[in-house]
């Protein structure tokens, strides 16, 4: 660790959760217009293990772990994410037009349960001025994922024609583009995770696009629809799943249910890593997958890697653990690796299932 960050939280966890989201933006926007002390913070934090270096879907990813979609909706903090050792950096969710999302509050921290619970419900700046954020520092040393959604005002039966312009927009300039169909916070928006919508989704992107395109599904579909609404994805094009979403299993926190929106973190450890296996089970081999939920300390994401998981993204676990927490996990994997005799990263993936 760089300094003992649980003084700061303590400190962050005074102020509304959305207020202390601002504030770390505005910091990591400042180091990042002060080169060296980025530089400096890049040196202190980035993993240096060549074993966790590998190539997906034409990409070259320094070391596994990923900041998942909603951190960086709008695009403002790539470079300052890089220099906390990211592997990758998923920008988003972004929706055609800008929109404020719902009313605040709408983020809500369980400090016992280490967990959040957002309703966030798409707040961005649109798919335009991100892009062109984007496009100032593209083509980046680490990949960058565009993470699209829907405007809420759409209707599902004209959702396609969003995510439609959302690939025409973000192509040339993402590395790897993400359909999010699973947000609890737009209404109907997970109605849309169906295998005839999902095909259809996938043959309208392949039509514009080579690009890795994913999958990003909720961890609240039955296990058997997701892996029938996955494997029709892949037959349709898509170059892989992101499992999972937040949860709107409310039984997992007391008097959640009032709040609505997705729950993360802690709460939702064992629920994302009971679904992502029987998945990896019918796809590892097939495809590539990532794996979000819950990974809030080593030991989950070696479990997830291990279960077929190429790539693993965080969100909770960074607020819970500060910026250190991407080296912990990285320097965490690496050893796991050395002591159970493997010799890069490509060999762990999926070890458990082979
Ligand atoms: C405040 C907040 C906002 C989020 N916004 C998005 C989003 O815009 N798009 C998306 O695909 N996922 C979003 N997520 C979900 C995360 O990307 C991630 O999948 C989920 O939080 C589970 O991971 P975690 O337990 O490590 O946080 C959001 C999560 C949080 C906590």
Redesign the pocket.
């Known amino acids: 660790m760089i300094f003992d960050y649980s003084a700061l939280r303590n400190l962050l966890f005074k102020l509304p959760p959305e207020t202390a989201h601002s504030l770390a933006e505005l910091c990591l926007r400042g180091a990042a217009q002060t080169p060296f002390l980025l530089a400096a913070i890049a040196k202190r934090l980035a993993s240096r293990d060549p074993s966790l270096k590998q190539t997906l879907c034409g990409l070259t990813f320094n070391n596994p772990i990923g900041i998942?979609?909603?951190?960086d909706?709008n695009a403002t903090m790539i470079k300052p994410l890089a220099a906390l050792g990211f592997g990758f950096v998923e920008v988003?969710?972004l929706t055609p037009k800008p929109q404020l999302g719902a009313a605040k509050p709408r983020?809500w921290r369980h400090i016992e349960q280490k967990s959040?619970q957002?309703a966030?419900g798409?707040n961005n700046d649109g798919l335009e001025a991100a892009i062109r954020r984007v496009e100032k520092i593209a083509p980046f040393v680490i990949p960058i994922g565009v993470?699209l959604?829907k405007n809420k005002t759409t209707l599902n039966k004209e959702a396609i024609d969003d995510y439609r312009v959302g690939v025409a927009r973000a192509e040339a300039t993402a590395d790897y583009l993400?359909f999010?169909l699973?947000?609890p916070n737009t209404p109907d928006l997970r109605d849309l995770q169906n295998e005839s919508f999902v095909r259809e989704l996938f043959v309208m992107a392949r039509s514009i696009t080579q690009k890795p395109i994913f999958l990003?599904i909720a961890p609240d579909l039955p296990v058997g629809d997701a892996i029938k609404v996955s494997a029709g994805a892949i037959e349709s094009g898509a170059s892989g799943i992101i499992a999972?979403?937040?949860t709107n299993d409310y039984s997992r926190i007391e008097g959640s249910d009032k709040n609505g929106g997705?729950l993360?973190?802690a709460v939702?450890t064992d629920k994302?890593r009971e679904f992502f296996k029987p998945i990896a089970k019918e796809l590892f081999g097939k495809t590539t997958l990532i794996a979000?939920?819950?990974?809030?300390s080593v030991g989950e994401a070696w479990a997830r890697i291990k279960a077929g998981a190429s790539l693993a993204?965080?969100?909770?676990?960074l607020i819970y653990e500060g910026a250190g927490f991407v080296k912990t996990i990285n320097d965490g994997v690496s050893a796991a690796m050395k002591s159970e005799g493997f010799n890069s990263i490509g060999e762990a993936i999926g070890s458990d299932i082979r």
Not at 68 to 71: D, I, R
Not at 292 to 296: D, K, R, T
Not at 313 to 317: A, S, V
């Open positions: 998942a979609a909603g951190f909706k988003g969710t983020l959040l957002n966030m798409f993470n959604g993400v999010n699973s947000s990003k999972a979403n937040t997705g993360s973190g939702l994302s979000s939920g819950g990974i809030m993204q965080i969100y909770t676990g």
